[in-house]
């Protein structure tokens, strides 16, 4: 890119010279990102946050295309039927002390005799028994090799044990009023108080709308982007669309020269909205998902909840490309009373808690009550 164009085609740092009129002026030998550079960043292989040996549990479902051609997407295979169902299964809210994890158990025991040789009753009854006093989800120490980081979520962190692995790709899912952004928020500031530097496009508000939402909570975004330590940067999602071929070039060049640990897109729902070809929208959100891997930063999706199915995005793609999913959502009694809860879906290379637990909004956040249940 010639330093003639630069003020036309770097979308990002146009438009953190705009919002940051008095920050400080760049530095004269700072060498800028040649396209050349910017093409070999791009050609070097994705980056799929998987430890060597692992296998990525999406890959080996390929038979099975998640995209049909309805436009529906099924969302794990754990949450087909609702939780909700009176019939069939226990209650899912019912705290039982114990949590699974994302590989199957053996289902022979140590005297050889099969889980299932008595009745059924019997068999959910012993595998359901434990201490349940613990105030820990997991029982054994966690020991691994790949760097993780956690949420920042009072509650939720309690849920992942070890943390999640850095350079993960998360997507939040939720309706109307559920705490995205103030998700996504929750989990930028986590870094930034810990030195972290991070970045937050959104399509949905404006610049000042985000400062003055993470003032009310005490954050001070501000001054983390007087010292340099954050980015917000507010763009159209039309001229995203339009543009979003150049985004995807320059984004992981651009990110890495900023310095950003965790980068945060609120909403990405708003992006497939642009493409009314459906072919066309699934190649678009895989291919900027791919960049995102690619710029080896752990990134946050925020996502629209299908208005038929509050465990599936609005178009049922994204939680098929990304490494993380939670679930918001709110939850009905029979009595009418309504609260809010959430769900890890999926988090791959990661032990996790399958329980839907209660949380809140409040003025310090969004905090996760571990060992509560909903009703």
Known sequence: MSGDDESDDDWF?????????????????ETPVTAAESDAEESAPADTGLAEGDSDDDSSSADSNPFGDDGSAVADADSDSSPFDDGGGGDPF???GSSTVDAEADPSS????????????????SAGSGDGDSGSDFEEEFESDIPRVDIGIEGLDQMIQGGIPQRHLIVTIGSA???????????????????????????????DAILDTAGDRGWGFEEYEEQGQLAIVDLDPVEM??????????LPALIEKFGADRLVLDSVSLLEMMYDDQSRRRTEVFDFTRSLKQAGVTTMLVSEASESNPFASR???IEYLTDAVFILQYVRSDTGETRLAVEIQKIRNANHSRETKPYEITNDGISVYQQANIF
Not at 241 to 250: P, T, Y
């Open 13 to 29: 740092e146009s438009a953190l010279d705009d919002e940051n009129g008095d920050s400080q002026p760049r530095d004269a030998d």
């Open 94 to 96: 019912s705290s039982g």
């Open 110 to 125: 140590d005297d050889g005799g099969g889980l299932f040789d008595d009745d059924f009753a019997t068999a959910f009854e």
């Open 177 to 207: 009023g559920t705490g995205k952004t103030t998700f996504g928020l929750q989990f930028l500031h986590h870094g930034l108080r810990n030195g972290e530097s991070a970045v937050f496009l959104t399509l949905e508000q404006s610049h």
């Open 241 to 250: 669309a339009n543009s979003l071929d150049n985004i995807r070039g320059e």
């Open 315 to 317: 178009h049922g793609i």
